[in-house]
């Protein structure tokens, strides 16, 4: 068995996992990258996977016993966005959104969590979302996987706590990522749309995100830290200013 800790994270091709995956790297941690994409980080064990495939995540989790024989922390960062009004959504896009974001995390939980509970330590970090605390319009299937897997979080942490395994997530505001290009070539919305709304006035940086995961993962920082949904959004859920009075108060 490996001396070193080991961080399993997926989605870590691009945008928040990517740099999550650099942090904790810088931080001491061996990686188990699983991506359905090539990973190009040729210090970690990268794996080709879909996390919303059983047979794919249980082989990713053999694979991770093979090459290491531990597992300390898991970070569920892999999602997918999808922008459309309700009635215009399919089953077929329902179902996916929630397999990715939501069934993924399920299963990497139960197979990771399992070795986590064996050892009798460990942390979960899961990378939720502003709009898994509340209601963003057009993203009916989007929003219910991250309110879901908040509640897989806080489940988790209560089942799981009492045994020395840790669940919190993450829930970051709008991040300039791949995904917000993506999603803003769809003409769904532009970047003062989010800058306005936001108290502190701009995007969040994948870093942002990745050092409170940093923060989560780490029993000397957070070790009484369980069952959390850390914001990290810059002030975007604690606002409930009206458009004008936010932006006045920004500019006194």
Known sequence: ???QKVAVVTGAAQGIGRRVAQVLAAEGYALALLDRQPVPDGDAFSY???VS???DVT??????DDRFGRVDVLVNNAGIAFITPLEETTLEDWQRVLDVNLTGPFLLSREFGRRMLAAGEGAIVNIASVAGLRGVADRA???TSKHGLIGLTRTLAAEWG???VRVNAVCPGWVKTEMDVESQASGAYGDADITNHVPMGRFASPDDIAQAV???ADPRRSGFVNGAALSVDGGWHAD????????DARAR
């Open 59 to 64: 082989a990713f989790a053999a694979a991770v």
């Open 53 to 55: 495939s059983q047979a």
């Open 240 to 247: 409930g200013s009206w458009q004008s009075l936010r932006l």
């Open 141 to 143: 299937a989007y929003n």
């Open 214 to 216: 940093a923060f989560l």
């Open 162 to 164: 009492g045994r020395g």
């Open 1 to 3: 068995m490996s001396e």
């Open 48 to 50: 080709a996977g879909d």
